[in-house]
């Protein structure tokens, strides 16, 4: 795990703002504390996106690396952002529904895009949804004990207060199909449903807790994190796009600051040898470039659980 860490992390420029920001604080130099800080929050939260978004996920270090920026500088709204992210991940849904609510309060001046906002808006609105579903287990079984005692007058009164009684009522919540036209909540079933009743035009990307796969008629292939991000941007257009878009694309949502463009070049080498992809992609060779989009006549959809970060 060290060698890993090594290719990721220099921890020798980590070293130096550190101590340059002792140095600072020790002669109560106020501006380049700042400074200094600043440029090592924003390294830590590079480190943290970098564990957290590699076709390796390592949340732990990723965890580790953006507490070390939370403690610098607590409203950070990135950090707060991709912090919210691995506790959801975790199913920590309390603490997560938290650090979204801070990063969506946080510093203006770093504050989240536009795509950021909305997506922690959404996950905050699941992590409400996960938590009723527990307590609704709770509920129904402190209700059926033989050895619970209430009060049955008062609890008939709160009862009647409960929004939502039906733990099915909340799983329809949990799926999401994403499609060139926008986003709709599914259930469980649907999500199974949809990939049983595709037809010979539909290619779907289709995320569990388990595994990411490509579907496209009666075969299924596997896709690494990032592939799962460059196939959904590249599927979702009608358009060409070069990499140059989606590297644009990607920067705005969940993995900017992170992914270049040469790993984005390196994952469209390895999709080309994934049998599905040459079938529903066209790729349109100009000059020194090459772009691609959808095939013409296809038609997309992402099937996830709601708790995978879409692009």
Same mark, same amino acid.
């Given at each position: 795990m060290i060698e890993e860490e090594k290719e990721f992390v220099p921890y020798h420029e980590e070293k130096a703002l550190r101590e340059k920001l002792n140095a600072a604080l020790k002669r109560g130099d106020q501006v380049d504390s700042k400074i200094y800080r600043? +440029?090592?929050? =924003? @390294?830590?939260? @590079?480190?943290?996106? =970098?564990?957290?978004? +590699?076709? $390796?996920?390592?949340? /732990? +270090?990723?965890? %580790?690396? @953006?507490?070390? &920026?939370? %403690? @610098?500088?607590? /409203? #950070?709204?990135? &950090? /707060?952002? $991709?912090? &919210? #992210?691995?506790?959801?991940? =975790?199913?920590?849904?309390?603490? +997560? &529904?938290c650090f979204f609510k801070r990063a969506l309060d946080g510093n203006r001046e770093q504050g989240l895009s536009d795509t950021q906002t909305l997506i922690a808006q959404i996950f905050t609105v699941n992590c409400g949804i996960l938590m009723a579903k527990d307590a609704i287990k709770e509920v129904n079984y402190l209700e059926s004990s033989k050895y619970a005692s209430f009060d049955s007058k008062i609890i008939a009164n709160y009862a009647d207060r409960m929004l939502v009684d039906s733990e099915e009522m909340l799983t329809q919540y949990l799926y999401i199909k994403v499609t060139s036209t926008g986003s709709e909540p599914i259930s469980e079933d649907f999500f199974y449903k949809e990939q049983e009743s595709k037809g010979d035009c539909d290619v779907l990307i289709c995320i569990t807790q388990q595994k990411r796969e490509l579907v496209y008629q009666d075969r299924r292939e596997p896709l690494t994190q990032t592939e799962f991000f460059v196939a959904h941007t590249v599927l979702m257009s009608n358009e060409f796009i070069q990499v140059k878009d989606i590297y644009e694309y990607l920067c705005n949502g969940p993995l900017g600051g992170v992914i270049k463009p040469e790993s984005i070049r390196k994952c469209l080498s390895r999709l080309v040898r994934n049998p599905i992809w040459n079938v529903v992609v066209e790729t349109n060779a100009r000059g020194n470039y090459s772009a691609r989009r959808r095939r013409v006549g296809l038609q997309y959809a992402l099937l996830c659980h709601s708790n995978v970060v879409v692009p």
């Open positions: 600043e +440029s090592l929050v =924003s @390294l830590y939260v @590079l480190f943290g996106e =970098s564990f957290k978004m +590699s076709d $390796r996920p390592d949340p /732990n +270090s990723a965890k %580790r690396y @953006l507490e070390k &920026a939370l %403690r @610098l500088q607590s /409203n #950070h709204p990135i &950090a /707060n952002y $991709r912090y &919210a #992210h691995i506790l959801y991940g =975790s199913g920590k849904y309390i603490e +997560s &529904a």
